[in-house]
Structures are given as C-alpha cells and as structure tokens.
C-alpha cells in the first residue's frame, strides 16, 4: 500500500519529499513522486476546471462549481481554468499565491497549474475569451493574421508570457490553429483566418513566444486547439451546442486542416485540444473528437508521434448549469453513455485530461471496478507531472505580486498592443469624397483634423481630440460609424457570446447607413469576428475599414493618417448570404465572386 504517512506542516525536505531535488532528471522525479501518490491523488491530477479569483472557501455561482479549498483538500485537483480577472496583477498574484498556499498545505504539496483563455484583446466569452482587463490589449488573432508578420505574432507571444508568468500563469489553452472555412462560424475570431499556410506559420511563432526558446521554468506551455481542426461545421454552427454537433467534409479537405498542427508539432507545441465536433462521412468514428481514439491515438499518438498532454475540450462528460440555464454535456455522438462510461472512452481514446469537469470519484469507480487499470492512469500522470516540473512549478510555485505589479499591463507593452491594433485595421475602400469635392478626386481619407464630425459607436470624449462634434449627419463633414459584424439572437445568454448565423446586416441597419452617406461621407467601420456581407456599405460609403479589436483612438489614428493600415484579409468576404450557403464547410476560399478577397487591403 502506498505510504500515506508525509505531513504537509512540517517544513518539506528532500529526504522527505525526494522528488524536491531538482539535481534529479524530471522523468526520475516524475517517478518518485508517482510511487508516493495514492490513488485518491492521482485521479485529481485528470480533472481540469474552472476557477474563479476570489474568497477560496467560497463556491462560484456562475459555473456551479465548489470552492477552491473543496477542489484541492476534497478532490485532491491541481489544475484550474481561471475566468474573469482583477483590476491589477498585483490581485491576480495574490490570490495565486494564497491558492499556492493550499496547495502547499496538502499532504504531498503538489503545486497547481493555471491556465487561462486568451485575455489579451477585446473578446469577451466565458466559453473562449477574457477581456484584456489589467494586460496589455492587443487585436484578436484574426488582426494579427491580418498584419501577417511572424515577428509580430512572437513579440506579442512574448510579451504575453511575461505578464502570464508574472501572475502565476502557465498553461495557454491556445493557439487556435483552426482554419476559418465555414464564413458563418462562431469561433474563427480567435484563429489565423482561412489560409493554412499562414496559420501554420503565425501559428508556429506564436507558441516560440509563448515558450521560450527552450521550455523550462519562464515559459508558459500551450495547449494548440482544436485538433484535428475544427472550421468545417456543418452550417457554420459551434459545437458547443448540440445543433453545431457535426463536423463534416464535402470538399475532401479533411487533411487540409491538419496542415497548421504540424507546424504546431515542429514548433514544440506541449499540450492539444480536441474539439467538441464529432466527424460525418470520414474514416473516424462519428463520436466527438474527444472520444474519438482514431484521431486521438491514430492520428495524433500514431502518426504525428505527439507524447505531449491532451486535454479534452470542456464539458464533455457532465450536464452542467451555465447562468442558471441547463448546459448538457458536449458527448456528441456517445449521449447515450452514462458520464463514467464516457470518462472510460475519452482515456480509450488516449486523452490525458478531462477540461472542464470535477468528479474524480467517478474515475476511481472505474478503477476500483476493473474497467481501467491504475497502469493506465499511470501513463496519463506521468504526462502531467512531466509539465509541472519542467516548468518549475516544484521549485518556486509562488510569483512576486511586486514584479506582477509593475509587469502587467507595463507601458511599453501597452504601447505594443496599441501599434498592432492600429496595424491590423484594413481598409477596404476608400473612394472620392462625394460632397464639395467630387470633382477633384481627392479620396475620402486621410480626415483632416478639425473637420465636423458626426459619430456612432465612439466615445465622444475620444473624438473630440480628432474634430468638432456635431449631433447630426447634416451638420458634419464626415461621419464615421462603427459597427459589429451582424449576428442572429440565440435563445440563452451563453449561447449569445457565439455570434452565428446570418452574415446579412438587418434591412434597418442598411438604411440608417444609407441614409446618413446620404447626408455626408460616411466612413463605415466594422469589427469584423466574422466575414460580415458589406457590399451595402460599400456601395455607399466613402471609405470601409475593419477591424479585429482596436481602440477608438487607433481607429482615429489611422482615418487621420497619423498611423498606416497595415492589414490585409485574413478570409475572403464573401458577396452574399446565398454564396456562403453554397460553400463547403471545408474548402477555403470557396464562396463563389467574393467582395474582397483574402489578402486585400489598401495603403494611404
């Protein structure tokens, strides 16, 4: 039987704790930690879920889940998501240190591993972003698709991984490498857009800044998603919903969106995510990739030679409540199955981790019944504590809240992010100004500074260091309007944070745009998350640009010329609604004429 008998209260020593000596090689400190852990402690290091910054004895509301001291003394877990932020490091760091301290308490001190969800741009998602909020804002992953350029997409990865680090950060459960094919997809903001050989390559770059040149103590380890790809779903519609539950391939192009993991895997990407999609029409089992042991060992395991961690998507195996609204779990494919037989084929099929989910128990029912062996559980552990001493969590699992004060959110990195948000914004057109000068030739932008100026969708207080304001089209010299990509209302709040559905702008919307063109040149800007059908605003505008998360300052800057648009398409915009319905979901490019194409964008 495994020796129970180390106590956490007394100051920890190598002779007691020898996998401390980090003199020893991580494979034989893996292994001596492995032979003193019980049963109980192992099957805790499987479940990686959601935390949130505050009262460690208190649970979370939002997500249903314990409090923190249940997690880690009751559920003996270490791995921890964490939502939502704080309004400085220093808080962030605290509490990461305070919930160290627990950790540190329990019989072995096993450290815990916190991930996070981008948190560095202008989405926010309790299912797939976080607000910038004390980090430095930068554009989404389409903008710095949109500037293309390697150097940039690691400078950010760099610059993330301080202000990660500096809070207790260590697992990016990104990149996401997924191809944008389907126009109408929800989740494609946060990719490298349609072309795989740009995303493989951004892709790439993106995880050597996130780890390092060499992956050790300083790095922050990335779990790429959404192996093996996710983009082809079946009318545009996200997985995480049961209507979105089918990934399917009319073009044949299923290898092509393995393209961009395999720079993944020649970069040192550490850890994958499957996605929730279950493949239609493929060689696979029509299950949810987290299930599928094909993609998970055949493809990955087998072919690809990948012995990182693997990560299941969140959510796969237990209903759960989400704002109070019922959230079924994501087994596509295997609903019928009881959550303990799905927590048995997710390990079948060669998965590490359980994201999102919190129940243990069930796994040492599986155990303790025979269906698997502790042997197997074995193998998944080393995998995971493999990570935790590589990146020297065993040897200072504790931050400076100094250091994180003064990293976070410093000002040369803020003026970074703010320089990319203003390279990423792309313009598409940029006509003759229609009023007054329509026989010049003079092209509608750059704005002079001082002209009358009509708004939507700016803070006024920001505009009014460009020009004069005025309340109406009339009154104006130009306008700008900023607008969202269009999106249908879905039936629940969480559902709501995945724009889907119709490209089309509402008809009211198209008429307000028209009419104020009318009136003045009109500058439309669009915060483009997903390839909205513009053609009505070109048709009308003096000048369309779009964006990927960019202040209304860097806007600004760039209409008035003190900044360049540097973008160019990382997708094509496509002409209408009926061309998007006629493409398959997993052929890029494949909207039949598009407006712009991918690769567009003007210079002023």
């Known amino acids: 039987m495994t020796d129970t008998t180390i106590v956490a209260d007394a100051a920890p020593t190598v002779s007691d704790r020898p996998w401390l000596d980090s003199e020893l090689p991580?494979?034989?400190?893996?292994?001596?930690?492995?032979?003193?852990m019980t049963l109980e402690e192992k099957a805790g290091l499987f479940f990686h879920t959601m935390i949130a910054i505050g009262d460690l004895d208190e649970a979370n509301p939002m997500f249903g889940t314990p409090s923190a001291r249940d997690f880690i003394d009751v559920k003996r877990m270490t791995h921890f998501n964490l939502l939502g932020a704080a309004p400085t490091g220093r808080e962030i760091a605290a509490w990461h240190n305070a919930l160290q301290e627990l950790a540190a308490s329990t019989r072995l001190g096993i450290p815990v591993t916190l991930s996070t969800d981008p948190r560095h741009s202008f989405s926010d998602n309790p299912g797939a972003a976080i607000m910038a909020g004390p980090f430095s804002q930068w554009p989404e992953t389409l903008g710095l698709a949109a500037i293309g350029d390697e150097a940039l997409v690691e400078t950010f990865a760099d610059i993330a991984r301080q202000e990660y680090t500096a809070v207790g950060l260590r697992v990016a459960l990104h990149p996401q490498v997924d191809l944008a094919t389907e126009p109408r997809w929800s989740r494609q903001v946060a990719t490298f857009g349609e072309d795989a050989e740009l995303s493989g390559r951004l892709g790439a770059a993106y995880i050597r800044g996130f780890q390092g040149s060499s992956?050790?103590?300083?790095?922050?380890?990335?779990?790429?998603?959404?192996?093996?790809?996710?983009?082809?779903?079946?009318?545009?519609?996200?997985?995480?919903?049961?209507?979105?539950?089918?990934?399917?391939?009319p073009g044949g192009r299923f290898d092509l969106h393995l393209e961009p993991f395999e720079a993944a895997f020649v970069a040192?990407?550490?850890?994958i995510?499957?996605?929730?999609?279950?493949?239609?029409?493929?060689?696979?089992?029509?299950?949810?990739?987290g299930f599928n042991k094909s993609v998970i060992t055949g493809l990955l395991r087998e072919k690809y030679g990948f012995d990182g961690l693997v990560c299941t998507d969140w959510g796969l195996v237990s209903d759960a409540e989400i704002f109070g609204?019922?959230?079924?779990?994501?087994?596509?494919?295997?609903?019928?199955?009881?959550?303990?037989?799905?927590?048995?084929?997710?390990?079948?099929?060669?998965?590490?981790?359980?994201?999102?989910?919190?129940?243990?128990?069930?796994?040492?029912?599986?155990?303790?019944?025979?269906?698997?062996?502790?042997?197997?559980?074995?193998?998944?552990?080393?995998?995971?504590?493999?990570?935790?001493?590589?990146?020297?969590?065993?040897?200072?699992?504790?931050?400076?809240?100094?250091?994180?004060?003064?990293?976070?959110?410093?000002?040369d990195f803020r003026a970074a992010g703010e320089a990319a948000q203003r390279a990423a914004i792309t313009l598409l057109t940029n006509r003759p100004i229609r009023s007054g000068w329509a026989d010049s030739g003079v092209p509608a932008l750059p704005l002079a500074r001082g002209l009358k100026l009509y708004v939507e969708g700016i803070d006024p207080t920001v505009a009014a260091a460009y020009g004069e304001l005025v309340e109406t089209p009339e009154e104006a010299d130009a306008a700008i309007l900023r607008l969202q990509a269009p999106y249908e209302q879905r039936g629940s709040m969480f559902e709501n944070f995945f724009h889907a559905g119709s490209?089309?702008?509402?008809?009211?919307?198209?008429a307000h745009v028209g009419a104020v063109a009318a009136a003045v040149p009109t500058i439309v800007d669009v915060f483009a998350d997903r390839?909205?059908?513009?053609?009505?605003?070109?048709?009308?505008?003096?000048?369309?640009?779009?964006?990927?998360?960019?202040?209304?300052?860097?806007?600004?800057?760039?209409?008035?010329g003190a900044a360049?648009?540097?973008?160019?398409?990382?997708?094509?915009?496509?002409?209408?609604?009926?061309?998007?319905?006629?493409?398959?979901?997993?052929?890029?490019?494949?909207?039949?004429?598009?407006?712009f194409r991918f690769g567009h964008g003007l210079s002023l």
């Open 531 to 560: 390839p909205a059908i513009l053609e009505p605003f070109v048709e009308v505008s003096a000048g369309v640009t779009v964006n990927w998360g960019a202040s209304a300052a860097a806007l600004l800057d760039v209409l008035t």
């Open 273 to 289: 995510m499957p996605y929730y999609g279950m493949p239609v029409g493929t060689e696979h089992e029509e299950v949810g990739f």
């Open 564 to 595: 360049e648009p540097k973008g160019r398409l990382p997708f094509d915009l496509p002409r209408s609604m009926a061309a998007v319905e006629a493409s398959r979901p997993d052929v890029p490019f494949d909207t039949v004429d598009p407006l």
């Open 215 to 249: 992956f050790g103590p300083g790095s922050v380890s990335t779990m790429t998603k959404h192996f093996p790809g996710g983009g082809p779903q079946k009318d545009g519609e996200d997985p995480h919903f049961a209507y979105g539950r089918e990934q399917v391939y």
């Open 325 to 411: 609204q019922p959230f079924p779990a994501r087994a596509w494919g295997v609903e019928h199955l009881s959550p303990r037989e799905r927590l048995k084929k997710i390990l079948d099929a060669g998965a590490d981790q359980f994201g999102g989910e919190a129940c243990p128990e069930l796994l040492l029912e599986l155990v303790a019944d025979g269906e698997i062996s502790e042997e197997r559980l074995d193998v998944s552990a080393r995998r995971i504590l493999r990570e935790k001493f590589e990146l020297g969590l065993f040897e200072n699992p504790f931050v400076d809240e100094d250091a994180a004060e003064a990293v976070v959110g410093r000002a």
């Open 503 to 510: 490209l089309d702008y509402p008809e009211d919307v198209i």
């Open 268 to 271: 040192g990407t550490r850890q």
């Open 26 to 36: 991580v494979a034989e400190r893996v292994e001596l930690l492995l032979s003193a």
